[in-house]
């Protein structure tokens, strides 16, 4: 079974996938990593007004799969 890495950096701090995943294709990292971001995405609440993160899917040759970029920006108004 294929071996994927998926390695996370938030623009302040990376964290190289040293472990990784094996996972029967493509398509199924792809999966793995959409769960990963939805879950980065849920603690957004706790975050600043603007926070970026970058996750890159590599298969076992080190080749880039995939790119995801995860993005919250939030602007305050003046209601009053």
Do not use: C, N, W
């Not at 938030?10 to 029967?24: I, N």
């Not at 971001?37 to 899917?57: C, H, N, T, W």
Request: aromatic letters at 8%.
């Amino acid at each position: 079974m294929p071996r994927f890495t998926i390695d996370l950096h938030d623009g302040a701090h990376f964290v190289r996938d040293t472990e990784g995943f094996d996972l029967p294709d493509a398509d199924a990292a792809r999966e793995k990593l959409v769960r990963i971001m939805s879950k980065i995405a849920q603690g957004f609440a706790a975050v600043p007004e603007r926070q970026d993160y970058l996750a890159v899917v590599r298969d076992e040759h080190r080749k880039v799969v995939f790119r995801a970029r995860l993005s919250l920006d939030i602007e305050t108004f003046d209601v009053g």
